[in-house]
DNA sequence: AAGATATTTGCAATATTGTTGCAAGTTTTA
DNA sequence: TAAAACTTGCAACAATATTGCAAATATCTT
């Protein structure tokens, strides 16, 4: 059975053609997508309306996480370890090269805990380190 | 001499009605405003446009830094310390609160160094926590 | 202090991005 | 294979952001 066709019924999802184009462009990417990516990617073959909800619903799923960006625009990218529905723990460090503007997930810099202030309880943490990438350089 | 005036000046910046609201509202606000924030707070008195573009002058000033956020919104807060024009140095943790949603600058909480990759050159980094504030437990 | 120069503002138009309801189409279930 | 459940695309709409340009305002010069 192909990958994509796993991960869409694990998590109890129809398998559609939009959602395995999508999810296989996930699959071969490295690093994290953009919306328009994928639009652009996919030739627009698919209803911007359907691109929103089934990066929507992957993110509900557990199967893609969002990266914060500093500018304004949601990047999504697989989640590497198995996230449940509705509960995210992907802790990497992402990386944004200003020369390639590629957004990559370092899979092995777990972001590190911090003292916070007294009173603050954390949930969740995210770390974006932008500069040169190893590509670029 | 008002700060807020001192504050545009020292960064050669025309001093006008606008400016001196909009940095008055960073200079009485613990936390980040957003766009929205300070449309609403300044009562439209200021078209969205000239917000966009004081906000845009300050960032390139080095007076507010953007802040990263997982969803779509840019935040924005004021820069602690002397960053020059175009090249921000804050390296403090963000907060954001999932009960009020403020965005807190944990000013003395500093973003730790991790270790990348070989070839990744780092030039900034944040780091964004998001839990209960404070106020909120 | 007043006019010349430079900068900033507001308006209008336009672009981009994201959301919702609903009917038609597709997938799953039994 | 038919019924039920879910997904898609369309259309309309809403929110957010950008640009050019003329009018208004601030700064500079003397």
Redesign the pocket.
Known sequence: MDLNLNI??KN????????KKILDLFLDTEGAL???DIEKQTDA??????????L??FVDKGIIHQIPTID???LYALCKHNCEAGLHHDNHVHFICNICTKTICLDDVTVPDVKLPKGFKPTQSAMVVTGICDECR
Request: charged share 20%; no cysteine.
């Open positions: 869409l019924k109890g999802l129809s398998v559609t053609e939009g959602r953009a919306h328009a073959a698919f209803d911007r309306v359907t691109v929103y909800r089934t929507q619903t304004n625009s949601i």
